[in-house]
């Protein structure tokens, strides 16, 4: 491979496992972004076990002033710095071993890294001091102390040089053609989410800037209509971002684990692009029963322009498994429409994690979301629990499984460390996922109760009967169960870093591949399924998908008619 | 694959399964993108977002004088007024940090329009049992053309977050 003899050198490496190119900076950089989000779920989840314990109404743990903080402690913690940094990981990975170049430079990577630690500190800092009680999205006239919005701004600046590393890193890989005539799917994923995540930072800078100023008594206050639209074009586009990482690391998971195949680049790489196009109208999907913005508006921003970007995670919600199907079927798991499911590394966290991440994400995060974000029953659901029982199912269920799974082939390839305890490792994306379904239908059934989401209590109201009480009981367990799985995947992680058994010089343990029992030369069966883009297992499985959507989207409406008339 | 560069003449359309699959999807999209604007037309719950731009404190005037014309008791708990607006009327409904007022009184299949708006931060309106929520934002007077299908008490809970008396932020409708 000429290509990996061409960045071979002092700053760089080649992969003990998969024969890449490792280039020394970038691995510097992917450590040190990857340990700081690790750190931040940690507190995130720390935090998250105080709200599930203050929801359960029997436990009741915290009181009003301390929920409410703990509550904006978690949003910000978790679903800004954890995924941020992890996905600033997943750049410097991606843009340079999968490119086979080296990072463009060591002192951007440090200029973004110093902010965004800088920034992380600072909010929590002030949150904690009890200085911001405003949630993570700080609707105004809601002001907190000007150093939170500082913390987050200087966040999302450290974010910015990253990415601006990241695409000069893969400008020059272009340039050279490090890679080959064309950019492997993953990378493509990878510049797909850098690209969404300028766009939402921009709005971010936007809203929270003149915020800022605001918070520093210079300027007016800015209009709140106009703060809830431009901030979701960060909140929202950044659920986005999470969303693209994610699908690219799906990408790669079925890869590394299972030996996963790609179906179709065009596709596949399509499916990248339509999110790109049409993803950043999805701020609408908060404004839906706001005032200030008609109808026409928010049924054409909801729907992502007719639903294009629905439609790509659709494409991806088949072509991964299909590709996965493709893969083992190849290695000779022919039998049945599901042979190749059944013999998959279920017992490799790696595996387990992507595809438990796949199932929550498709099932529950997508069909819900889908459907509350539909102008009309979202009278149903607006601020009510329903919809954190939709987001934890797509960007905790989803995202964040995904990040675990990838995070027990990180430690051992870039780290060169090995987890102990391997048995608990194959148990913890099960108990995470377990735990994160059952929090997540608990916040959706009370939701549809009219249970309202951010709420320290709701006794108070004096309406809200046994099902309500159950279900919010049901979240405070599968919120407990879930926690347990977060701190299982962070001491196992903090170990393997620090006191795992070093695996310089050999490719890593095996967390359990398949083994290749296809004839050697090659199955043609499954060859011939390939050629004729045939996946029958997962076409039953997408079917499933498609008609669970149906029966749920339509029960929406009939529930929606039953209610007053509005106009 | 999915790590490494496709081989050169990697562009193909696609086929099989994923052709029907992309189809399908496409489809669905579809079906879903029309039921909205269908709604609009033939539905009877439909969030419009009719506003108007208004002053925090001229809101709170327009509450009173509302009240004052239209009051018919009083909560003899809360003190809050109970106010029946003239059916196919104007009705008006503040959300301030923490209460609702006043408690209003309405009839089973009139329409009435019903102002909401804030005299300080962003409220939710959440109609309970009936779950119905609508954002409330200080500065709009956000209109809903609402007809009371059924009869009986109604809890308005406030579902935005509004500071630490937040969940005590709980107003009444009373439809006869």
């Known amino acids: 491979m000429a290509s990996i003899t061409a960045m071979s050198g002092p700053r760089t490496r080649k992969c003990d496992t998969t024969g890449l190119p490792v280039c020394l900076d970038a691995e510097f950089f992917v450590k040190m972004n990857a340990v700081s989000a690790v750190v931040f779920l940690l507190l995130g989840g720390i935090a998250a076990l105080t709200l599930a314990l203050t929801r359960w109404p029997a436990v009741h743990l915290l009181d009003s002033t301390w929920f409410y903080r703990m509550l904006t402690f978690h949003g910000v913690n978790m679903l800004i710095f954890w995924i941020l940094f992890?996905?600033?990981?997943?750049?410097?990975?991606?843009?340079?071993?999968?490119?086979?170049?080296?990072?463009?430079?060591?002192?951007?990577?440090?200029?973004?890294?110093?902010?965004?630690?800088?920034?992380?500190?600072?909010?929590?800092?002030?949150?904690?001091?009890?200085?911001?009680?405003?949630?993570?999205?700080?609707?105004?006239?809601?002001?907190?102390?000007?150093?939170?919005?500082?913390?987050?701004?200087?966040?999302?600046?450290?974010?910015?040089?990253?990415?601006?590393?990241?695409?000069?890193?893969?400008?020059?890989?272009?340039?050279?053609?490090?890679?080959?005539?064309?950019?492997?799917?993953?990378?493509?994923?990878?510049?797909?989410?850098?690209?969404?995540?300028?766009?939402?930072?921009?709005?971010?800078?936007?809203?929270?800037?003149?915020?800022?100023?605001?918070?520093?008594?210079?300027?007016?206050?800015?209009?709140?209509?106009?703060?809830?639209?431009?901030?979701?074009?960060?909140?929202?586009?950044?659920?986005q971002v999470n969303v693209v990482a994610m699908v690219s690391v799906w990408y790669l998971m079925s890869h590394l684990t299972s030996g996963g195949v790609v179906l179709n680049e065009f596709v596949s790489r399509g499916a990248f692009v339509l999110y790109i196009l049409f993803i950043n109208l999805a701020s609408a999907h908060h404004l839906l029963v706001d005032p200030g913005v008609g109808a026409t508006w928010k049924i054409w921003n909801t729907s992502y322009a007719?639903?294009?970007?629905?439609?790509?995670?659709?494409?991806?919600?088949?072509?991964?498994?299909?590709?996965?199907?493709?893969?083992?079927?190849?290695?000779g798991y022919t039998k049945g429409l599901f042979g190749w499911l059944w013999n998959a590394p279920w017992k490799n966290p790696g595996f387990s994690g992507f595809f438990l991440s796949l199932v929550i994400f498709g099932f529950i995060g997508g069909i819900t979301g889908v459907t509350l974000g539909t102008q009309q029953i979202n009278i149903t659901a607006h601020n009510t629990l329903r919809i954190p029982g939709h987001f934890h199912a797509t960007v905790v269920g989803g995202t964040s499984l995904a990040f675990m799974g990838l995070t027990y082939y990180v430690v051992p390839l870039?780290?060169?460390?090995?987890?102990?305890?391997?048995?608990?490792?194959?148990?913890?994306?099960?108990?995470?996922?377990?735990?994160?379904?059952?929090?997540?239908?608990?916040?959706?059934?009370?939701?549809?109760?009219?249970?309202?989401?951010?709420?320290?209590?709701?006794?108070?109201?004096?309406?809200?009967?046994?099902?309500?009480?159950?279900?919010?009981?049901?979240?405070?367990?599968?919120?407990t169960l879930a926690f347990i799985g977060l701190l299982i995947y962070v001491l196992l992680t903090v170990h393997a870093v620090l006191f795992g058994q070093k695996n310089h010089g050999r490719a890593m343990d095996d967390w359990g591949t398949p083994k290749d029992i296809a004839p050697a030369e090659g199955d043609t069966e499954a060859r011939e399924l390939l050629e004729h883009g045939k996946a029958p297992g997962t076409m039953v499985l997408v079917l499933v998908l498609l008609a669970c959507f149906v029966v749920y989207y339509f029960a929406n409406w009939k529930a929606l008619a039953d209610l007053w008339h509005v106009r | 694959m999915t790590i490494h560069s496709p081989p050169k003449d990697w562009f193909k359309w696609p086929h099989g399964h994923e052709r029907l699959w992309?189809?399908?999807?496409?489809?669905?999209?579809?079906?879903?993108f029309a039921m909205m604007p269908y709604w609009h037309f033939n539905g009877k719950q439909n969030s419009t977002g009719e506003s108007y731009a208004v002053e925090p404190d001229a809101f709170v005037e327009r509450v009173e004088q509302f009240t004052a014309a239209n009051k018919v008791g009083e909560d003899p708990a809360s003190g809050i007024p109970i106010v029946e607006p003239p059916p196919g009327g104007d009705a008006y409904l503040l959300g301030r940090m923490w209460s609702w007022t006043p408690t209003l009184k309405l009839r089973q299949g009139e329409t009435y329009r019903l102002h909401i708006s804030s005299a300080d931060l962003q409220h939710g309106f959440s109609l309970q049992p009936m779950n119905m929520n609508f954002q409330v934002l200080p500065g709009y007077d956000h209109v809903l053309t609402l007809t009371p299908t059924t009869t009986g008490e109604f809890t308005i809970v406030c579902n935005e977050f509004c500071g630490i008396g937040h969940h005590a932020m709980i107003g009444k409708i009373i439809v006869e």
Not at chain 1, 159 to 183: C, P, Q, R, S
Not at chain 2, 22 to 32: E, K, R, T
């Open chain 2, 22 to 32: 992309i189809g399908l999807a496409l489809v669905w999209c579809l079906i879903m």
């Open chain 1, 306 to 331: 007719m639903y294009l970007a629905v439609l790509a995670s659709l494409i991806h919600g088949f072509t991964v498994p299909a590709g996965l199907e493709a893969g083992m079927r190849l290695k």
């Open chain 1, 414 to 479: 870039l780290f060169r460390r090995e987890y102990s305890f391997k048995w608990l490792a194959r148990l913890q994306p099960y108990v995470f996922a377990v735990g994160i379904v059952l929090m997540s239908l608990g916040m959706s059934f009370a939701g549809s109760a009219g249970v309202a989401r951010r709420t320290w209590d709701i006794d108070a109201a004096g309406i809200y009967g046994a099902t309500s009480h159950l279900m919010l009981g049901v979240l405070g367990i599968g919120g």
């Open chain 1, 86 to 239: 992890m996905e600033m990981a997943i750049l410097y990975f991606a843009g340079t071993t999968l490119l086979k170049t080296k990072l463009f430079s060591p002192k951007l990577a440090w200029a973004g890294f110093g902010l965004m630690i800088s920034g992380a500190v600072m909010t929590d800092y002030i949150i904690l001091m009890g200085q911001a009680d405003v949630m993570l999205t700080s609707y105004l006239p809601l002001v907190a102390h000007p150093l939170f919005y500082l913390g987050i701004i200087l966040f999302a600046v450290g974010a910015l040089v990253n990415i601006f590393n990241f695409f000069a890193t893969v400008y020059v890989a272009w340039k050279n053609k490090t890679y080959g005539e064309t950019m492997p799917l993953v990378a493509f994923g990878a510049v797909t989410a850098a690209i969404i995540a300028v766009v939402a930072l921009l709005h971010g800078a936007v809203a929270l800037v003149p915020t800022l100023t605001f918070a520093m008594g210079w300027t007016a206050e800015p209009d709140p209509m106009w703060y809830r639209l431009i901030w979701w074009g960060l909140g929202h586009q950044s659920q």
